[in-house]
């Protein structure tokens, strides 16, 4: 049987370390490693030498060309719509809370004049139930007043005796009707 490892590449050390790394992350053997990227680059016709490979960017430009078109008919289809009636429902939001700003407001205006219109009337009550205890208070000093009067002329009467001359009867009755014109 013939051996197929005939031929030998030459290397520098720290190339090889670089190499030794990478069959290490890939778990594969140097020789496997080296076999695959010789494959590699013989089927994808890329030049190792080219860091930046037109393939490469044709591929990815095409995978971005991809995304933005996917974004866009997401964007079509899901976003713009949401964004309308997102918007359409913060209208109808902003509406129902001034309809019900004017309402509580015109409610709170109502309320307001009510309780100015009770107070009013409280105020007048007072006013009237003031007036209403002067009344009553003139009305008991002017019936004391007139009970004075009264027994007054009572007193001086019942002290008259039959002897007593009309004159001064007629004296204590017309002062005890002045007495009664100046309540």
Do not use: C, W
């Amino acid at each position: 049987m013939e051996d197929i490892n005939v031929k030998s590449v030459r290397y520098p050390v720290f190339v090889d370390e670089k190499f030794e790394k990478i069959a290490l992350k890939l778990g594969r053997t140097k020789r496997q490693v080296f076999i695959q990227m010789v494959d590699y680059f013989y089927k994808s016709k890329k030049d190792p030498s080219d860091l930046n490979d037109e393939l490469l960017k044709n591929a990815l430009m095409k995978s971005h060309k991809d995304y933005i078109g996917f974004i866009r008919k997401q964007e079509e289809m899901l976003l713009i719509p949401i964004k309308t009636e997102m918007e359409r429902v913060a209208e109808s939001q902003d509406e129902i809370v001034q309809r019900f700003n004017s309402q509580v407001a015109k409610a709170n205006a109502d309320l307001l004049n009510g309780q100015n219109d009770l107070v009013r009337r409280f105020r007048e009550t007072d006013a009237l139930m003031e007036a209403i205890r002067k009344n009553q208070r003139s009305k008991e000093l002017l019936k004391a007043q007139f009970l004075f009067i009264l027994d007054s002329y009572i007193k001086s009467r019942d002290s008259f005796g039959m002897m007593t001359p009309g004159r001064e009867k007629e004296e204590l009755i017309a002062a005890t009707k002045m007495q009664v014109n100046l309540l």
